[in-house]
């Protein structure tokens, strides 16, 4: 499995329950995942970057922006929790 980054900025107008149903969502089709901060992600799927976009657009509007990297064994955080960074030490 590969692991992703993946990152979003809902665009106005966007409420806190926009944020709450897709992260609902991507805890509900990603078995493994850890979340450093509100709208950052990193999972882990056997899918391509592609494929994990077309499952996520489909949760979007036509004004929000999503990224969706694959990452490597090198990174570095900073204030980030250690439930988070060691999810990192044990998926990336």
Known sequence: MKTFFISYDLGVPESYSDYVKLSDYLKSIFG????PVKSDWMVKSD?????IRDLIMSK???NDKLIIIEVSKDWATYNISSEVTEWMKNNL
Do not use: G, V
């Open 32 to 35: 493994a995942w850890a979340r």
């Open 60 to 62: 979007l509007d036509s």
């Open 47 to 51: 899918l391509t970057a592609a494929n």
